[in-house]
């Protein structure tokens, strides 16, 4: 496979919220669109953390009152990250080791351009697999 930078793979913008979401209110984003997880940024777009499915079964487990629990209270905030550059290849590598299934794409100073994730991966390498 050649080196791809993730740009090309990745799903441009991403879906956001901020802290103090109700998760209520990012569940029903998720549902409503169709995806696995909510990027949170900070006031000034910034990556803050991200909300997935799975921080949701944690949440179901951990019988937290929907109507007092944030984004905040749940969000991962050591974010895995992939900036544009970076090689197809590595991001699958970064997806792998941290056992995660969506990567933010940032900006160098942390601002979203896009969500990488395994359903991205999975289409890329489906494509690839059509021309050979």
Excluded: N
């Excluded at 019988?63 to 944030?70: A, G």
């Excluded at 905030?77 to 933010?104: M, N, R």
């Excluded at 999975?122 to 690839?128: A, E, I, P």
């Amino acid at each position: 496979m050649e080196d791809v930078f993730i740009a090309r793979v990745m799903t441009a913008g991403a879906t956001t919220v901020t802290p103090e979401t109700s998760v209520e209110e990012a569940a029903q984003v998720m549902l409503d669109q169709g995806i696995g997880s909510v990027v949170v940024v900070d006031e000034e777009g910034r990556l803050a953390g991200i909300l997935t499915t799975t921080d949701f079964v944690r949440i179901v487990a951990e019988r937290q009152p929907k109507d007092e629990s944030t984004v905040a209270d749940f969000m991962t905030t050591d974010v895995v990250t992939a900036v544009a550059q970076d090689v197809v290849t590595d991001v699958a590598k970064k997806l792998l080791e941290h056992q995660i299934h969506h990567i933010p794409v940032v900006t160098d100073d942390d601002h979203i351009i896009g969500i990488a994730t395994t359903t991205d991966l999975t289409s890329y390498v489906t494509t690839l697999e059509e021309y050979e």
